[in-house]
T-cell receptor, first 113, second 113 residues
Framework: GENVEQHPSTLSVQEGDSAVIKCTYSDSASNYFPWYKQELGKGSQLIIDIRSNVGEKKDQRIAVTLNKTAKHFSLHITETQPEDSAVYFCAAKDSGGYQKVTFGTGTKLQVIP | DGGITQSPKYLFRKEGQNVTLSCEQNLNHDAMYWYRQDPGQGLRLIYYSQIVNDFQKGDIAEGYSVSREKKESFPLTVTSAQKNPTAFYLC????????????FGQGTRLTVV
């Protein structure tokens, strides 16, 4: 089955700096890679996703890159703000019949004002 | 409004008792998932279901049971066989087709006393 590893588990950055979170996956059949932001009391919400036929996607201060050959993908947050502080999860979704979604272990991001 | 609803938000259970967590969605999604979240462990898949009357074990299914009698509902029962049931439980749903995101409920925090 799919195995998703995520690093680092915690990350502290100064406000305005960039933050990078990296994930690797094991199943080459996975073709969809979403990132979720989990805030206390607000649940988990999708912030950006990337499909296997794309190498990079950007949405304002957030970008995701995918290297299918190496089976890793990364989340990049630029010009970080205190409200970016949250737990971030990467995930991989397989293309098989059951569309199973496997998550990474999460990264707690703290942006220091 | 469309969404996915988990109830209750907080649940206390005496050791040795079974308890059922509710998950309902009105998004017309085929796929539904149950995850368990523990500190430092991220989201681990308990069970998932792609269609009504069908479900598959995830990575940590022991001590849990589910049913999928209706498309909208995917209740999770934490049985007395689950050795460490205190955790945060998240339900999710997705359309089941390729390259689509999962939507999450707000979660249920279960505490065994």
């Amino acid at each position: 089955g799919e195995n998703v590893e995520q690093h680092p588990s915690t990350l502290s950055v100064q406000e305005g700096d960039s933050a990078v979170i990296k994930c690797t996956y094991s199943d080459s059949a996975s073709n969809y890679f979403p990132w979720y932001k989990q805030e206390l009391g607000k649940g988990s919400q999708l912030i950006i996703d990337i499909r296997s036929n794309v190498g990079e996607k950007k949405d304002q201060r957030i970008a995701v890159t995918l290297n299918k050959t190496a089976k890793h993908f990364s989340l990049h947050i630029t010009e970080t703000q205190p409200e970016d502080s949250a737990v971030y999860f990467c995930a991989a979704k397989d293309s098989g019949g059951y569309q199973k979604v496997t998550f990474g272990t999460g990264t707690k991001l703290q942006v220091i004002p | 409004d469309g969404g996915i609803t988990q109830s209750p938000k907080y649940l206390f259970r005496k050791e040795g008792q079974n308890v059922t967590l509710s998950c309902e969605q009105n998004l017309n999604h085929d796929a539904m998932y149950w995850y368990r979240q523990d500190p430092g462990q991220g989201l681990r898949l308990i069970y998932y279901s792609q269609i009504v009357n069908d479900f598959q074990k995830g990575d940590i299914a022991e001590g849990y049971s589910v049913s999928r009698e209706k498309k909208e509902s995917f209740p999770l029962t934490v049985t007395s066989a689950q050795k460490n049931p205190t955790a945060f439980y998240l339900c999710a749903s997705s359309s089941g087709t390729a390259n689509t995101e999962a939507f999450f409920g707000q979660g249920t925090r279960l505490t065994v006393v």
